[in-house]
């Protein structure tokens, strides 16, 4: 900061004209330093966005899984002919890409008060986690059980060419 005394110009540094009392000195700090929380602020809050941006982007270009794309999917029926059905019908519609039939499991649950244990066969299947409402209501529609039973839970990881293939199959 250049002050001037009435002779000559005389060069103080911000901090030294704030000690001796130069007129606009702790104005210009104060500006300074509102300037500084603004910038910081800006940067914390932005961080998220520009980091959320960048992980997709690089992501595309990489071609590598965002985790939660696809789900795993689990229907119980009550034979192999119910499950076989079911499984056809499913990725002959596009609801998923794989239906595994797990046969010969034992359900042990508790229906209207009882404790009941069955005989059943396991659908694992492999879709994307937009299509698990259509994969349910179809399920709901064509399962003779009462309360069908359709979870499913996302993928968080898996190997990347089959996760892919999973999103060729089953269209968006």
Not at 157 to 171: A, C, F, H, S, T
Request: with cysteine; net charge negative.
């Amino acid at each position: 900061m250049l002050i001037y005394d009435g002779f000559r110009n005389i060069e103080l540094s911000q901090f030294a004209a704030m000690r001796i009392g130069v007129p606009g000195a702790e104005t210009f700090q104060s500006g300074s330093l509102k300037a500084l929380i603004l910038t910081v602020l800006l940067s914390v809050f932005m961080f998220q966005l520009l980091r959320t941006v960048g992980l997709r982007a690089f992501s595309m270009a990489s071609e590598t899984y965002m985790s939660g794309t696809h789900s795993a999917a689990f229907v119980t029926c009550p034979n192999e002919t119910v499950a076989k059905d079911l499984a056809r019908g499913i990725v002959e519609r596009k609801l998923a890409a794989c239906v595994n039939i797990v046969p010969a499991i034992k359900s042990v649950y508790e229906w209207q008060g009882k404790i009941e244990e069955d005989n059943e066969v396991l659908l694992m299947i492999k879709t994307r986690s937009s299509k698990v409402p259509a994969l349910a209501e179809y399920v709901r529609s064509n399962h003779p059980y009462e309360v069908a039973e359709v979870i499913s839970l996302p993928i968080d990881q898996g190997n990347p060419p089959y996760l892919k293939w999973i999103g060729d199959v089953v269209p968006e």
